[in-house]
């Protein structure tokens, strides 16, 4: 249970990873102790889907990693909780998660929630609004990716906002 809570919250050392593995798979294969059993199939195909054939076992870096997304995206999608803005309040300091870089030393949490950073800007699309907070070239609005990354060279031309783009006389 400890180190399910642990994964909820800061990124597992490597080693930790490794050990939580070995341990599903001597207890899979019923190693113990020093009576150690065969492996009758890989691993990394136990861990598959049911449906590509494995048992559905997680690894534990697989899974260290989407918990730290759940929780990087429950930071992004509920501002009004406490921890949320004691987090926001002192790393972010009015800056936006997904515009993020570190700037200095941080808590076990807090660089947890970065080593999922990409994750996050990967998966996350801005909703327009007013258009006041997206930038037309920087951001993932519209499309596949950002326009800035689509066409790499035209986002030299203009660092507006989206509301430029939007007619606000009209009903």
């Known amino acids: 249970a ?3 809570y642990m994964m909820q919250t800061m990124d597992l050392p490597v080693n930790v990873c490794k050990d939580r593995d070995r341990l599903n798979r001597n207890f899979l294969w019923g190693s113990v102790g020093t009576s150690k059993k065969i ?3 890989n691993w990394a195909t136990v861990c598959n889907s049911k449906k590509l054939g494995g048992l559905g076992i997680r690894k534990a870096k697989d899974s260290n990693l989407a918990l730290l ?3 990087g ?13 004691v987090l ?9 998660l997904l515009n993020y870089s570190s700037k200095r030393k ?20 801005w909703c327009i609004g007013n258009g006041n907070l997206v930038s037309i070239w920087f951001d993932w609005w519209c499309g596949e990716c950002s326009l800035a990354s689509s066409f790499p060279n035209s986002h ?15 009903s």
């Open 2 to 4: 400890l180190p399910a």
């Open 156 to 170: 030299l031309i203009s660092l507006e906002m989206v509301n430029s783009l939007l007619d606000n006389e009209g």
């Open 69 to 71: 997304s759940k929780l």
């Open 73 to 85: 995206w429950k930071l992004l999608s509920r501002e009004s909780c406490l921890w949320a803005r």
């Open 39 to 41: 492996h009758l199939v």
């Open 106 to 125: 941080a808590s076990l949490t807090w660089r947890g929630i970065l080593k999922i950073h990409d994750i996050l800007v990967k998966g996350s699309k």
């Open 88 to 96: 926001k309040d002192k790393y972010l300091q009015g800056d936006s």
